[in-house]
């Protein structure tokens, strides 16, 4: 099951010999406990984190917890599920409840009522637990402060429920420190992106990010990568997309949520990265979650930039017919790039009439290209595919002119010529 955050916040106070509290507890709920253990645990002054089930009236465990959400949807049973929680315990020497609960704020979405992104159940409510008066004053003064925040820049109120601790549970041990055995697994959002007011203790893991600007945006067609804090994903794909970006649709990247201001997304945001393409300011397709499917982002931003005729060859091994394609007669020094990607695949000074109908060329640049073996048809020949979004190109034979005798057969509808 894909988690997002979740916390619950539980102070239970651990007395010293001496009668002083050295230690405090307190359990938070933000949807599910794994990112909530890990983002919790990164704050100075916390001595642990440990997942849980509180405040329900079924049995503490994984499985009863998902089974009574079944019962609760199909009307079977009233009553009150058990919500995934972290209990984090801190050093109140060194780290406030106050800078405590800043983090629980900053770290989820608590606007959604029963629910985490795609996440959905009663069980992944947003809460705050709480021990005594003190705690409950400063839970509901922290709300106040950050509902404050929100509304400045048009969330809904917020939903998270604070209440007394009635009870908690220990989650099984599969379920601790999940994100620190599994350093590849699931990275929710990392909340709204709105800052709580006078916070300083997050902002190393909770970037300051508003929503993009659409004046520096393009209206009639922009791709936006939502990224959150701590998400491997996210940075794999700068690694291995955003960091050669030629492709003509412009880029911009964002920790925040929400869409550029003013601008519609079609649904809310559930992992990360997504990827979502914008045409004249509302979404019209998204990609979410990657994990190194180069090819498969690539075909998806394709059929959206690509015609029918250019899909046809880039992703179904098509040929235009002879003396059809573009860029026969090209002369001009320059480079021919990748029609998707726009990485640079041959200069022009390699261009060669072969008479063949085809745009021909004797040599790649480094790295440009790809080989594959080819037996359709009857024949067995080497394709060759663009080494950056893997769409296919032509093939190459061995009847080119020196140094290299090779002919690059290339569709020239699936290129584009820049000029130097």
């Known amino acids: 099951m894909k988690c997002f955050i979740a916390i619950f916040v539980l102070l239970l106070p651990i007395w010293s010999t001496t009668g ?5 507890s307190i359990v938070l709920g933000m949807g599910c406990f794994w990112g909530a253990e890990k983002r919790m645990g990164e704050l100075p002054g916390v001595n642990d984190v440990e997942s849980g089930y509180a405040n329900g009236e079924v049995a503490g465990t994984y499985e009863a917890v998902l089974a009574h959400e079944k019962a609760l949807r199909r009307g079977k049973s009233t009553l009150r599920n058990q919500a995934e929680v972290v209990k984090v315990s801190f050093d109140p020497a060194r780290v406030s409840l106050d800078t405590v609960l800043a983090r629980f704020w900053e770290s989820h979405d608590p606007t959604q009522g029963n629910r985490q992104g795609n996440d959905v159940g009663s069980n992944y409510r947003s809460a705050i637990y709480t021990t005594s008066a003190a705690q409950l004053a400063v839970a509901k003064k922290t709300r106040a402060t950050y509902q404050a925040a929100l509304k400045a820049v048009g969330y809904k109120p917020i939903t998270t429920e604070i209440a ?7 989650a099984e041990n599969y379920h601790q420190d999940y994100l620190r055995k599994n350093p590849d697994g699931y990275c929710g959002l990392g909340g709204t992106g709105v800052k709580y007011p006078g916070s300083v203790a997050t902002s190393a893991a909770m970037p300051d990010s ?12 922009q791709l936006v990568v939502f990224e959150a804090t701590d998400c491997p994903y996210c940075k794999q794909f700068k690694a291995e997309i955003l960091d050669t970006w030629k492709s003509p649709v412009p880029v911009a990247r964002t920790f925040n949520p929400q869409p550029p201001t ?25 990609f979410t979650g990657y994990t190194g499917e180069k090819e498969r982002f690539w075909k998806w931003l394709g059929f959206h930039l690509l015609t029918p005729a250019q899909q046809k060859i880039a992703f179904e091994q098509g040929t235009e017919r002879p003396g059809t394609g573009s860029h026969l007669d090209e002369k001009r020094p320059g480079v021919f790039v990748d029609l998707l990607s726009g990485a640079p695949l041959f200069r022009s000074d390699t261009k060669f009439d072969s008479g063949t109908g085809w745009p021909s060329f004797f040599n790649p640049l ?13 024949m067995r020949r080497v394709e060759v595919r ?15 002119p020196s140094p290299t005798g090779k002919r690059y057969c290339i569709n020239g509808n699936v290129l584009k010529f820049i000029p130097d």
Do not use: C
């Open 262 to 286: 003013g601008w519609k997304l079609g649904k809310a945001l559930f992992a990360t990265p997504t990827m979502v393409l914008f045409e004249n300011g509302k979404e019209v397709s998204r």
């Open 20 to 24: 002083l509290a050295a230690s405090e």
């Open 366 to 378: 480094p790295g440009a290209l790809t080989e594959h073996v080819d037996e359709s048809h009857g």
């Open 386 to 400: 663009s080494a950056s979004s893997g769409i296919h190109l032509g093939h190459v034979f061995d009847d080119g």
């Open 164 to 170: 007394p601790l009635t009870q908690y549970h220990t």
């Open 210 to 221: 508003k929503p993009l600007d659409p004046k520096a945006l393009n209206l009639k067609r």
